[in-house]
């Protein structure tokens, strides 16, 4: 089975700063990795996601995730965030075996002030 | 293109009532989620098909709910009795089969019970 965990379920961050949003998976197999934002009243839409090669990854909105293999880590980053970055971000993994299903993450809670 | 289309947005009606979810998932995809989420629970999965035929229903809280998925292009979540507790957002995701596919969400129901 698979677990997924974000430590931070609330980050307050300034506008323009940098922020980083962990991730941390445990899998018994091979995994494939995926960041979702859910800005209000939405629904989930995919930010990035790894599949193989490179362990760093670049999304829509300026973002990236760096997989680490070692650390069995996926953390979302951004350079300089800005108010509309605000949302619930959520991590995500997929075994790569055929017909299982995603595991979400809780949820971090970025809230980025003015 | 079309995003996975899910009606109605907004449903507020009386404990006891039955309530009927329905979801258009994206033309061309094989599977179908229907998640819930709350303060309290964050984000759990209810049920999902493969090409309309259930394959895990484990999340599904008590026999009054129920999914179904007719054809390709068409799937409800219907609670019968509706109770208070059952007030959530309810979110359906659709997906193409492949490994590291990732799934596509509507905007949500969100079901208020009074």
């Known amino acids: 089975a698979q677990s997924v965990t974000q430590l931070d379920s609330q980050v307050p961050v300034f506008e323009e700063a940098p922020v980083e949003l962990r991730c941390n998976y445990s899998s018994s197999v091979s995994v494939y990795l995926f960041w979702y934002v859910q800005y209000p009243n939405q629904g989930l839409q995919l930010l990035l996601k790894y599949l193989s090669g490179s362990t760093l990854v670049k999304g829509i909105n300026g973002f990236e995730a760096e997989f680490n293999k070692s650390q069995t880590s996926f953390h979302l980053r951004k350079p300089s965030v800005h108010i509309s970055d605000t949302a619930e971000y959520f991590c995500a993994v997929m075994p790569d075996n055929y017909g299982q299903n995603f595991v979400f993450g809780p949820g971090t809670r970025l809230s980025v002030l003015p | 293109d079309a995003g996975v289309i899910q009606s109605p947005r907004h449903e507020v009606t009386e404990m006891g009532q039955e309530v009927t979810l329905r979801c258009k998932p994206i033309?061309?995809?094989?599977?179908l989620f229907w998640y819930r989420q709350t303060m309290m629970r964050g984000l759990e999965l209810l049920i999902y098909f493969n090409n309309n035929v259930p394959i895990d229903d484990s999340g599904m809280p008590e026999d009054r709910f129920s999914a179904k998925m007719p054809n390709a292009s068409f799937s409800t979540l219907k609670i019968q009795p509706s109770e208070p507790r059952d007030s959530a957002v309810y979110f359906c995701?659709?997906?193409?089969?492949?490994?590291?596919?990732?799934?596509?969400f509507g905007d949500g129901t969100r079901l208020s019970i009074l």
């Open positions: 033309s061309g995809h094989n599977s």
């Open positions: 995701a659709s997906r193409m089969s492949g490994a590291a596919q990732p799934q596509h």
